[in-house]
Structure formats: structure tokens, C-alpha cells
């Protein structure tokens, strides 16, 4: 009898054992962090969507949020910054629990990107800084960027390296981020550099038309210029075509977000060089953060952290076919 | 314009020349062949779109959408070919698409009798968010390679000059013979100058004026193929640009009135080159970009002064006002 109840009792327990590992062990932290993020809304106020950076960074974020069950909203104030400070306003009373933003300049939004933290409001920056920094800052470096563009100036113009020492850049707009900083970036390098002349600085506004306008005249000016450096591959587009026209063998240096129109731009020869911040990575950097600020449940504005993304200088040699990425198809 | 006085085409091109002059003694690369090849081909778009607007202008009108259609059709023409349309098939249909826009212009103008400022502000507006939403996904479309036939148009040369500025001359004349010699082109002056008279003498005031603006969204698409040939690309942002109002500039810089009725296509022609000496001048000066359009204001506005000193307004003009 005790032999059978013993032989019950093992047989029992076995099949209690065996049915709990083939449930498995559950993962403690598994639950709360689905449930930080289960419901949790993310607003996106780009300068504009419709162009190869916006648009990575939209499709980056969708794609790593939206299977947690969070909401992406999209802003787009289409180039205005006065539509794009109305669409913070408003979001700040609807008090979304994150707000991802890409600043025109460096100040139209800083006193609003202060509120909107006070409201409790995580807010991230992408790529173009603001006065004001808030939680997350995830870009590139531009004074160190605008750097080692100075640098490959020197490296490819200085009359001891064979160059001309004659250098132009076209800059976007004067005031954006992208523009100040670089500049500061390139004028600490070309300060120490006396043999290199930068016979032109101008800005296009972004526009490539006006970009081949000035680099036509520069090129027609200055025959035995060394290097262009653009400061927006969609931009420089123009300046090639006036490079390509003038038939001198100009150096093109631009740089963007590494949209694969910049490696067939460098494949068949547009441009000669581009300096790349990889905006998937950006993408996924801003998403990391996120998760991490909606688990700590630290209050708004409690810890400011920066993400500079690393650089690429991508030539026709040194490029894969991963240096650059496809844009999202819509639909 | 009595007799004796300059009119505000001469004083226009007295100041080109005048800076041509200024920056030829104090710049040595100016006023060499490739330069002034340079300079014009800078400004030969901004000069096909001229006429364009300068048609409209002459015909009393404006066309506020001009550049905002040229920018949306010709982008939707090379998606099309990106998606692997045959390049002439997108270019019919890009075209068609522009002139049924500038024909729908002309019709709210001409029999619903909307202001034409306020009929081809909105249609602008209209077109750019109908083309982007609709047609386009995004701001820049690159030329495909099945369309780099086009190329040349922007980026070629005969015999040693650019194209765009065998186009721009091309257009010109058109222009001028189309004023001069068509008996549309007439009736265009005569209903710019004098509406009512012009239609009690038995002008089709109506149809003339939706000529005008089909005439003017064909011109602008053919800007908008050598905008895009030029860059190998068309960036739709132009749309909401300032640049429809530098072509108003060089066509009420170049003398013609918006009241309607005066002026042709030299003074579209006297207009462009005065901006184009301005800026490529301030270019090779190395001018930063924000003064560059201090000077460029400031320009202008004292070729205004002096017209305005040397032409007091008319009793005309006091009636109609300038638009």
C-alpha cells in the first residue's frame, strides 16, 4: 500500500514538474515592460516630411514603437516654423507622453520645448538643436563634423598635398544648427591652415538651383578651385551639375542622411565624397531612448542625454551596399 | 511716357550697364565670354518664365500659380518615368495636365470673374497640396535615368553656348512674334489695354483671356523642363517659394505695367539681365547671402523711385490702380 501511494505521489509530482517546464519559467521584467509602454502616444514635429531625412525617422520610429502598442502622430508644419511652434502649442495641452522634434533653428522653439517639459512631456530632439536642451539630443556633431571636413580640406587642397589651397562651401540656410556650428567646426580647423583661401561662402537655401547658380560663378571665378563642400546632398545635386558642366575636376563634398540616391550619386560620380549620419540609426537611437525614458518614469527634463551619431565619410571606394539605406515605400 | 523722358526700360538697362560697367572695372573675371555665358544662363529660366508671366501681365492679369503648376507638373512627369512610364507618354500627360490647370485658371478669371490674383493664388496653393498628397511622395524628384535624354536641354551646349539660353532666345522671340504678328496676340494687348472698348470692337475678350493663361502654363512647364534638366532634379518646395515673385520683379522691373495693356517681351529681357549682372556680380564678390538681398531690395526699389520721378502716374493709371 505505502509502495503504491509513494509510486502515486512520484508519478504525481513528475507530471506537476513536467507540466511546469513545459510551461516555462516567466520573465519578470517581461510584463512591466510591455505595460510601460502599452497605450503611450509619441508626437513628431519634423521642419517637413517629404524628404529622405523626415521620412527615415518617421518610418524608424513606426517601426520599432508601434508593435508595443504605442501611437506615432505626425506633425508636419511643411516648412513653416509658425505652424510647427502652433502644432507644439496644441500638443502640449493635449499632453501626448512624448514629443520627438526637429528643430528649424536654434531658437524659435527653445521657450516651448521649456514648457512642454514642464508639462511633463518627454522631449526628444533629432538633428538639429535647440538653445534649450531638453531630455534627449540624438544628431550629429556638427562642430566636430564641420572638423574633420576642415580637416579633409587641408587633406586634399593644401598646396603641400598637391591641391590648389582654393576651397568654396555652399551652406543652406545661415541660421539653422546645421549651419552655425559646422562653420564654427571648419573655422577651427582652417584658422591653424593659412595656405588654404576660401574664396567663396555662400548660402543657397537649400536650393539646388541657387547652389549651381554660385558654384558656376565660383568655378568660372577660380578655375583651379580645389573642393566644394555642400552642406545637403538633395542641394548639391545643383552644385554637381555645374561642376559636371565647368568640366574641371572640382571635389565635391557633401553630406546627408545616406539615402541610397547619395551611394548611386557616388557610384556614378556626383559626388565625389559625403559625409553620412545613418538615419536608421538615428532612428533607433531616438526609439532606445524612449524606451528607456517610459521605463524609468523619471519626471520630464529629470536627465539630459546626448547621442551624437557617428560619421561616415563615404567615397566610391570605401562604400557597401548596407552604407546606405532605402527609403520606406508609402502606404 | 511723353516724348524726351526715358522710360523705365531704358533707366533699367542704363543701370545694368551702369553695373555691367562698375563690376567689369573692379572684378577682373566679369567681363570675360565665360562669364557673361555664365550670367545669362543663370538667369535664362527666370527670364522663360518672364515671358510667361509677362504675357499674362500684358493681357492685364497675374499668375500667381506659374510656378507652383511648372513645379508639380514637371515632378509629376518624372515619377512617372521613375515608375517606368516612357518619357514622352509622361510628358503628354504632364503637359496635358498643365494646360488643362492654366485653361481652368483662365476660365474662373475670364467667365466667373474672380480677381485674377486671388483665382491663381489659390489655384497655386491648390496644385502644390493636390500634387503633393496625390501625385508625389516626395518634397525632391531626382531625374530617372530613362529620362536623362532631357538632359541636355539644362546641361548641354551648342556651338559653345548653353542651351537654356538658346531656349530662353527661342521663347523670346516666340513671344514677340506671337504680340506682334498673331491676331491673338493682338487682341491680348487690347484687352489688357481697354477690356470694355476692346470687346465693343468685337475682341473675344473672354476666350483671349484664357489664351493667356494656357499660354503661360505652357511656357512654365517649359521652364520647368529645363529647371529640371538643369539639375537633374525638381524640387517641389519651389512652389512655396518666394520665386514666383522674383519673376513678377523682373517683369514689372523690366517696364512692364501691371496695369495692363504696355511693355513686351524686350522688357522682360532688360529685366532678367538686370538681375542676372546683380547676382552673379555679388556672387564673384563673395557677398553674404542676407545683405545680398538688402542690395538687390534697395536696387530695385531706386529703379522704382526713378521711374516713378521721371513717369509721374497718369490719369489712367490713378483710375485703374496698378493691378
Avoid at chain 1, 77 to 85: E, F, I, R, V
Avoid at chain 2, 61 to 87: K, Q, R, Y
Avoid at chain 2, 233 to 238: A, E, K
Wanted: net charge neutral; glycine share 10%.
Amino acid at each position: 500500500m505505502r509502495r503504491i501511494l509513494t509510486g502515486l505521489l512520484a508519478a504525481g509530482l513528475a507530471a506537476c514538474a513536467g507540466s511546469a517546464l513545459a510551461q516555462g519559467i516567466d520573465d519578470p521584467t517581461r510584463a512591466p515592460y510591455y505595460d510601460s509602454f502599452a497605450g503611450k502616444r509619441v508626437a513628431y514635429i519634423p521642419v517637413a516630411m517629404g524628404f529622405d531625412l523626415t521620412e527615415g525617422w518617421a518610418a524608424g520610429l513606426k517601426e520599432a514603437l508601434e508593435p508595443l502598442g504605442m501611437s506615432i502622430d505626425i506633425r508636419d508644419p511643411n516648412w513653416s516654423t509658425d505652424a510647427g511652434a502652433q502644432a507644439l502649442t496644441s500638443l502640449i495641452t493635449e499632453k501626448p507622453d512624448v514629443i520627438v522634434v526637429h528643430n528649424p533653428d536654434v531658437q524659435s522653439y527653445a521657450r516651448l520645448l521649456k514648457r512642454a517639459e514642464e508639462a511633463g512631456i518627454y522631449v526628444v530632439q533629432v538633428n538639429m538643436r535647440s538653445a534649450y536642451s531638453t531630455d534627449v539630443f540624438v544628431g550629429a556633431d556638427y562642430v566636430g563634423m564641420g572638423e574633420q571636413i576642415g580637416q579633409r580640406m587641408v587633406d586634399k587642397c593644401a598646396p603641400a598635398n598637391g591641391g590648389s589651397g582654393k576651397v568654396a562651401i555652399t551652406q543652406g540656410v545661415l541660421t539653422a544648427a546645421a549651419s552655425i556650428y559646422q562653420m564654427q567646426g571648419i573655422t577651427n580647423v582652417l584658422s591653424k591652415h593659412p595656405e588654404i583661401q576660401l574664396v567663396s561662402n555662400q548660402a543657397a537655401d537649400w536650393d539646388s538651383t541657387k547652389a549651381k547658380n554660385i558654384a558656376a560663378t565660383v568655378i568660372q571665378q577660380h578655375p583651379d578651385l580645389c573642393m566644394i563642400t555642400g552642406f545637403w546632398d538633395v542641394m548639391d545635386v545643383g552644385t554637381a551639375a555645374a561642376i559636371k558642366e565647368s568640366g574641371k575636376p572640382v571635389y565635391l563634398l557633401t553630406q546627408g542622411g545616406g539615402n541610397r540616391m547619395v551611394c548611386d550619386g557616388l557610384a556614378n560620380g556626383t559626388y565625389s565624397e559625403s559625409v553620412v549620419y545613418f538615419v536608421p540609426g538615428q532612428a533607433r537611437d531616438m526609439a532606445n531612448m524612449i524606451k528607456y525614458l517610459l521605463q524609468q518614469k523619471q519626471p520630464a527634463g529629470a536627465t539630459k542625454t546626448t547621442l551624437f551619431t557617428k560619421l561616415d565619410f563615404l567615397t566610391k571606394d570605401n562604400m557597401t551596399a548596407a552604407s546606405c539605406w532605402d527609403m520606406p515605400t508609402k502606404g | 511716357m511723353g516724348m524726351g523722358r526715358l522710360s523705365q526700360e531704358q533707366i533699367v538697362f542704363g543701370l545694368a550697364l551702369l553695373l555691367c560697367v562698375g563690376f567689369a572695372l573692379a572684378l577682373p573675371g566679369f567681363l570675360t565670354t565665360n562669364n557673361v555665358l555664365n550670367l545669362v544662363r543663370s538667369v535664362s529660366i527666370l527670364g522663360i518664365l518672364g515671358v510667361a508671366m509677362g504675357l499674362v501681365v500684358i493681357g492685364r492679369g497675374i499668375d500667381l500659380s506659374l510656378v507652383a503648376l511648372m513645379a508639380v507638373s514637371v515632378a509629376w512627369a518624372l515619377h512617372m518615368v521613375g515608375t517606368g512610364m516612357p518619357l514622352p507618354q509622361a510628358l503628354i500627360i504632364a503637359l496635358a495636365f498643365s494646360l488643362f490647370i492654366g485653361a481652368v485658371n483662365g476660365w474662373l478669371v475670364a467667365y466667373v470673374e474672380i480677381p485674377a490674383i486671388f483665382a491663381t493664388l489659390a489655384m497655386g496653393t491648390l496644385i502644390y497640396g493636390f500634387g503633393r498628397y496625390f501625385l508625389l511622395d516626395l518634397d525632391v524628384v531626382y531625374m530617372p535615368e530613362a529620362a536623362r535624354h532631357i538632359l541636355w536641354l539644362g546641361q548641354g551646349t551648342l556651338f559653345g553656348v548653353p542651351v537654356p539660353i538658346f531656349l530662353f532666345a527661342a521663347v523670346c522671340l516666340g513671344g514677340h512674334l506671337f504680340l506682334r504678328y498673331a491676331k491673338s496676340g493682338r487682341y491680348l494687348r487690347a484687352v489688357g489695354d481697354n477690356m470694355l472698348a476692346a470687346r465693343i470692337t468685337g475682341v473675344p475678350a473672354r476666350p483671349v483671356v484664357v489664351l493667356q493663361y494656357v499660354l503661360s502654363s505652357l511656357i512654365g512647364f517649359m521652364a520647368g523642363i529645363v529647371t529640371a534638366a538643369s539639375v537633374a532634379s525638381m524640387n517641389t518646395r519651389l512652389a512655396i517659394s518666394t520665386y514666383v515673385y522674383d519673376v513678377i520683379l523682373v517683369v514689372v522691373l523690366g517696364g512692364i505695367g501691371l496695369s495692363g495693356g504696355r511693355g513686351g517681351i524686350r522688357n522682360v529681357i532688360v529685366g532678367t539681365l538686370l538681375i542676372g549682372v546683380l547676382l552673379n556680380g555679388m556672387t564673384i564678390l563673395d557677398i553674404q547671402y542676407t545683405v545680398q538681398n538688402v542690395i538687390k531690395g534697395a536696387i530695385l526699389l531706386t529703379a522704382i523711385v526713378i521711374d516713378t520721378i521721371l513717369n509721374p502716374r497718369d490719369e489712367q493709371t490713378a483710375q485703374q490702380g496698378d493691378i
